[in-house]
């Protein structure tokens, strides 16, 4: 693979520390959730970072799709909700649910276009058959 950009971020303190994007205006400070024993601080976490980050990158790739395909579309959203829990072994999993809310085509249209996006997406690939992702497309 050619690699076409790369990124660097620094972590301290893990998940109750802060982390800071090399280059860019990306700092924050985190907090473990009081749903996984924090403290109840103010700060991002993980998996809000995960879910932005792949939000963002599954909107690129429907849009991507989209040109392909010279879809004309009303308008486009990608919700992206990521969860955590114990797995089998006792170790943690992930688990995402992305969501397409779209207008300007039909249902079946909309399902395709969600399915092929995620077989493009890079995120999507990176999980692929290691994070169970559940795929709903709605049109408005």
Do not use: W
Not at 54 to 59: K, N, V
């Amino acid at each position: 693979m050619e690699i076409m950009y790369k990124t660097t971020a620094v972590s301290t303190g893990g998940r109750d520390g802060k982390v800071e994007v090399l280059k860019s205006p990306l700092q924050f400070e985190l907090a473990l959730p009081m749903e996984l024993g924090g403290s109840g601080k103010e700060g991002a976490n993980p998996e809000q970072l995960f879910a932005a980050g792949y939000a963002a990158c599954f909107g690129s790739a429907v849009q991507h799709v989209v040109r392909l395909q010279k879809l004309v579309l009303s308008s486009v959203s990608i919700t992206a909700e990521v969860g955590i829990g114990r797995d089998e072994s006792g170790g943690f999993a992930l688990e995402v649910t992305l969501v397409l809310k779209v207008s300007g085509i039909d249902q079946t249209t909309a399902g395709a276009l969600i399915q092929e996006a995620h077989q493009v997406c890079p995120y999507s690939k990176a999980i692929r058959g290691n994070i169970e992702v559940s795929l709903i497309a709605v049109v408005e």
